[in-house]
Nanobody, 120 residues
Framework: QVQLVESGGGLVQAGGSLRLSCVAS????????MAWYRQAPGKARDLVAR????????NYADSVKGRFTISRDNAKNTMYLEMDNLKPEDTGVYYC?????????????WGQGTQVTVSS
């Protein structure tokens, strides 16, 4: 089974930048698309950005378009989220997600999350 570990969160001032990383281990070859989600206090977990297995297609939430960039380096089993021009509303726990294909079924795999706090 796939395991995901995020890193790179922290405290930053509005307008600043952070880069999150998500390292995958285990059954790497079974990983399909990957994504970043975030969950603000008291709110649901929302999709921030998604990237296909080959990295050729990306999708972003409207709130982060033009500011965030998702990428993956399959040689390093790592996905990234470059976050620029951060705003206080970007604060939350950021989770790495992957779809794992096993025996023709897709499974949701989540990391433990990394906290991002943007101060005004």
């Amino acid at each position: 089974q796939v395991q995901l570990v995020e890193s790179g969160g922290g405290l930053v001032q509005a307008g600043g930048s952070l880069r999150l990383s998500c390292v995958a281990s285990g059954s790497i070859s079974s990983i399909k698309s990957m994504a970043w989600y975030r969950q603000a206090p008291g709110k649901a977990r929302d999709l921030v950005a998604r990237i296909t297995s080959g990295g050729g297609t990306t999708n972003y939430a409207d709130s982060v378009k033009g500011r965030f960039t998702i990428s993956r380096d399959n040689a390093k089993n790592t996905m990234y989220l470059e976050m620029d021009n951060l705003k206080p509303e970007d604060t939350g726990v950021y989770y790495c997600h992957a779809y794992e294909m096993e025996r023709l079924s897709l499974y949701n795999i989540w990391g433990q999350g990394t906290q991002v706090t943007v101060s005004s």
